[in-house]
């Protein structure tokens, strides 16, 4: 059972960037594919990038494409989501999700068996 803990975010002006890192600790990383998901209050929880777990496809929510990256490093055991020209929009509670062996990797939360704790990013106008 792998644990995932997040580390990252927190309170940047519009346009500046962020870093999420997601950490996990058990054995097997490798064969996971990863996502990243936010939820703002009020509303569900919503995709925002995913990358499979042989790094071999990544995808993104129309509303980040361009400006967020994902990427993973499997020697680490850690996946990150590299976030550049921040808008208020991005304001949100997000979340890492694991699921194992998905080489297409899916877009909707009830598709993801792990789930890392949440961090807050919270971008200011």
Do not use: H
């Not at 644990?3 to 940047?12: E, K, R, Y």
């Not at 097997?28 to 990863?34: H, I, K, P, V």
């Not at 949100?92 to 792990?114: H, Q």
């Amino acid at each position: 059972q792998e644990d995932l803990v997040q580390s990252g975010g927190g309170l940047v002006q519009a346009g500046g960037s962020l870093r999420l890192s997601c950490a996990a600790s058990g054995r097997t990383f490798q064969a996971l594919t990863m996502a990243w998901f936010r939820q703002a209050p009020g509303k569900e929880r919503e995709f925002v990038a995913a990358i499979s777990w042989r790094s071999t496809s990544t995808s993104y929510s129309t509303s980040v494409k361009g400006r967020f990256t994902v990427s993973r490093d499997n020697a680490k055991n850690a996946v990150y989501l590299q976030m550049n020209s921040l808008k208020p929009e991005d304001t949100a509670a997000y979340y890492c999700a694991g699921k194992l062996l998905m080489l297409v990797p899916p877009t909707a939360p009830g598709e993801y068996d792990l789930w890392g704790q949440g961090t807050q990013v919270t971008v200011s106008s």
